[in-house]
């Protein structure tokens, strides 16, 4: 760990109080303190920043540069305070001052800078690139809204803005003295150069204005400490100045409000084509605000864009930032005279590509007609890049491959014509991967086989992971207490070593302790369900929880038919359901996504029943927490008995969430889909509940599944729908839940609930059976947590870094241990 000053940290943190606040210490307020502690930290964060550059500077390292959509990095203040191994002297220091650090922590605002799996990824990929000591930085958009914080109201969910103090926030560094200015809308001229050669001309554009601010990102250990770019748009001019003196101030000011929008709020609806356009906008804003940095940073200490690719590797994580592929051709051609070849050479040897999805429907269309409104030169270049890619196809395939080549063209016939934003990815990256095995086998042989065939060296996988820093240590301080005490401390900085806590499986005083963390992890959720929503758990109950984004696929349906059935089997049957259980729910719907809402306010109707019920209330509860984010499921996970990972085979990518469960010993029931099967060959069949069907299974059975056979032959399966349509759930509005019942019984259940529900019922009376089972349940606990080193995202970074981006630790091993 680097060495902490700790007079120069309290010299700070009073410092702020007193002169940046105005405060006498009594005074301050609980986020008076937290900015205060963070300010402090922050100054540490910046001297270990400065020392990360100049290292970076004298090995000329090649760097990598992450662009995402979204980083959803969670609270700061803990996690800095852990990777800087100062949490406890920082901890004793407020104590003596009367204060508590834990309640601190629980005052900062979660940043609103991502939404689900997609922006959580991204930060533990840069917590690792810290932690290893490598040059790998972040590349996003300072919203100053998310996607939404949801409420819930009489069991619908409503969206309210989700605001974070961003313009106020303590870790947010604004670079006053860097901006660029990025040209959107006008339109082409042809000209000529010089030489007389075609020369196409940018007209009559206007400016938005990109300024960079940074959250530094602290590597566990304290050596290296990257940053994660964010920009802001603003207005070229803050508004015209003769309007605003003819008496105007509204129109004065309208463009600058229309620029500023652009980093308003994480993915405006894109129902209309004013949405549309503002989302495109958003994400070439991103791309060009990125590639002027990266390039800035590049030039000054190398000249030429020959060995480009050799200083420079550039991530795309998923498609949305794929206009980086065109952005750097215009900068290597337009701005900076390469020939095509010479220039196309580089940007695919820069670029790399993520896919993060099976779902056709799913992968990033654009009409050509808002791709040539907003960036009239970028359409061009597509147009080039799909003309030399359709010719080599061609030539490859031969001249009967028209179908074949049309479903690998970027521009999709039709109309409208769309932009395919994945298949200018993937001509334009030499790297292309999927993030759990299974998921980068069905990418290459369902998704796209087209360009596997044509480009089979391309493609690779990398299975996701999840940073053990805030995923463990920060989030379950008990049980990482408890790891450290039996196996050291090295685990942290290399989860591999946590396997040597198989030793303590048969060692009844170790899992008495281990279980008792989990104890008190789950006591400490019921009591902020009571908190919160004013309804009280079993803490010894089963916690089974089922925390993801509401969507048909991921199946949260389901979960809710088996707890029907569960239901009516206790209060009309008198059935023994096994040990009592607490189901938990936790996610955001889409907002215009009707059925995934109804979902929830199924969920919430069938707990208003349950939870009412005296025949069943003592054994069977629901519970529904609003506002699913980092701080959240950070009290969640550590309390998990269960970890419900049930999306129907084939549909998940990969998933994090698994991990994350199983590593804090949470035992995984799912299906054979997405990262739950290596979770499954680590950890063992005994530890582990499969259920449904395989992947295989699912592309067999499609064809001609009828929902209503396995209805008639699951006399459970019948009864929970017949309560279904009769309202049983609904009283008080008849009809409510007749658009989910259509959707399984008339429409044709398209994810296969009912195809897996004998199964999944099986699956969840074995749970009840095994939990009573104390010991032999805690040791199939904690061979989840001792086996789960490969998901560390650690070992997801370093085979990035070997294989896609050639980019390497900056400390001698020796000097890490």
């Known amino acids: 760990m680097t060495y902490f000053d700790f007079t120069s940290f309290e010299m700070s943190f009073h410092h702020y109080i007193k002169y940046i606040l105005g405060e006498k210490i009594e005074d301050a307020s609980k986020l008076d303190l937290l900015n205060a502690v963070s300010h402090s930290v922050g100054k540490y964060l910046m001297d270990i920043n400065f020392e990360t550059h100049e290292r970076y500077k004298q090995n000329d390292a090649k760097r990598l540069y992450y662009l995402s959509m979204e980083f959803l990095i969670g609270r700061l203040l803990s996690n800095n305070l852990l990777n800087l191994g100062i949490y406890n002297p920082c901890a004793r220091f407020l104590k003596k001052l009367g204060y508590d650090l834990e309640e601190l922590v629980d005052e900062e605002r979660d940043p609103a800078l991502g939404n689900g799996g997609l922006g959580r990824l991204a930060a533990c990929f840069l917590d690792s690139m810290a932690s290893l000591d490598m040059p790998g930085f972040g590349y996003g958009i300072n919203y100053d809204y998310g996607l939404f914080k949801q409420i819930i109201v009489n069991g619908y969910q409503k969206e309210k803005p989700d605001y974070w103090p961003n313009r106020s926030s303590p870790w947010l560094i604004r670079r006053s003295g860097a901006h660029y200015l990025i040209p959107v809308y006008g339109k082409m001229e042809d000209s000529q150069d010089l030489k007389g050669e075609y020369n196409p001309t940018w007209v009559d554009w206007k400016l938005f204005l990109g300024r960079p601010h940074d959250i530094m990102i602290s590597g566990y250990g304290g050596r290296t400490v990257n940053r994660l770019r964010l920009f802001s748009a603003w207005a070229s001019e803050d508004f015209d100045m003769q309007i605003f003196n003819d008496g105007d101030y509204i129109k004065a000011v309208e463009r600058k409000i229309r620029s500023e929008t652009v980093t308003k709020i994480l993915y ?10 503002l989302r495109l906008v958003q994400e070439y804003f991103l791309v060009a605000c990125s590639m002027r940095d990266i390039i800035r940073i590049y030039q000054k200490h190398h000249t030429g864009f020959e060995r480009f690719h050799e200083h420079v590797a550039i991530q795309l994580n998923d498609t949305h930032p794929s206009l980086t592929v065109a952005e750097l051709m215009r900068v290597l051609v337009d701005e900076n005279s390469l020939e095509w070849d010479k220039a196309w050479d580089i940007t695919v040897k820069t670029l790399g590509y993520t896919n993060h999805t099976l ?22 270049i597509i147009y080039e890049i799909n003309q030399r890619f359709v010719d080599s196809a061609k030539e490859r395939f031969g001249d009967n491959s028209g179908p074949m080549i049309a479903r690998m063209s970027i521009i999709q016939e039709g109309e409208p014509k769309l932009v395919r934003m994945a298949n200018l990815a993937i001509i334009g990256s030499h790297s292309v991967n999927g993030v759990a095995r299974i998921h980068s086998d069905l990418v290459k042989t369902k998704l796209v086989p087209e360009f596997f065939s044509m480009y089979p060296e391309k493609f690779n996988n990398k299975t996701n992971g999840v940073t053990p820093r805030r995923w463990l240590v920060a ?16 685990w942290i900085a290399d989860l591999d070593r946590i ?12 899992l008495d302790r281990f279980m008792q963390i989990k104890q008190d992890n789950k006591q400490k959720l019921a009591a902020f369900i009571k908190e919160k929503g004013n309804e009280i758990v079993d803490p010894t109950s089963i916690f089974d929880i089922h925390a993801k984004r509401i969507h048909e696929y991921k199946r949260q349906l389901l979960n809710i038919l088996n707890i029907i059935h569960l239901y009516l089997s206790a209060t009309e049957d ?18 215009g996504y009707h059925i995934a809402k109804l979902i929830i306010k199924l969920i919430h109707a069938v707990a208003k029943v349950v939870n009412k019920d005296p025949k069943v209330n003592q054994v069977l509860k629901i519970i529904f927490l609003p506002d699913y984010r980092v701080s959240l499921a950070e009290k969640i996970i550590p309390a998990a008995d269960v970890s419900e990972q049930i999306s129907t085979a084939g549909m998940e990518a990969s998933g994090t969430g698994n991990m994350k ?3 804090n010993g949470a035992l995984t029931v799912g299906t054979m889909d997405g990262a739950n099967i290596e979770i499954f060959e680590q950890v063992g069949k005994e530890n582990i509940y499969i259920f449904g069907l395989t992947v295989d299974e699912v592309e067999q059975i499609r064809p001609n599944y009828h929902p209503k056979e396995y209805l008639e032959a699951d006399a459970r399966l019948k009864r929970v729908m017949y309560a279904i349509r009769t309202d049983r759930f609904s009283m008080e509005n008849p009809g409510l839940f007749r658009p989910i019942y259509n959707l399984l019984m008339v429409q044709g259940d398209y994810y296969l609930n009912f195809a897996d529900f004998a199964s999944y019922v099986k699956a969840q009376e074995a749970i009840g059976k095994d939990f009573k089972q104390g010991h032999q349940w805690a040791t199939k606990a904690l ?32 000097d890490r241990c």
């Not at 799913?362 to 960036?375: D, F, N, R």
């Not at 061979?783 to 400390?811: C, L, P, V």
């Open 359 to 380: 779902l056709p429907e799913a992968l990033e269309t654009w009409p050509v007609s808002i791709v040539q409104k907003v960036v009239p030169r970028h359409m061009q």
């Open 574 to 591: 008198g059935a023994d359901i096994g040990h009592p259980r607490t189901f938990i729910f936790a996610g955001k719907a889409a907002p």
């Open 268 to 277: 405006p609806s894109d129902s209309k084509d004013t949405g549309k356009e």
């Open 661 to 663: 469960f199983a590593m």
């Open 475 to 490: 989030c379950n301080p008990g049980l990482a207490a408890l790891i450290c005490e039996a196996i050291g401390i090295r």
């Open 783 to 814: 061979m989840n947590t001792a086996r789960t080193g490969m998901f560390s995202s650690d070992r997801t970074i370093k085979a990035y870094a070997d294989e896609i981006w050639h980019i390497k630790s900056q400390i001698d091993e020796k």
């Open 499 to 510: 396997w040597e806590l198989e030793a303590f499986q048969d060692d009844p005083g170790f």
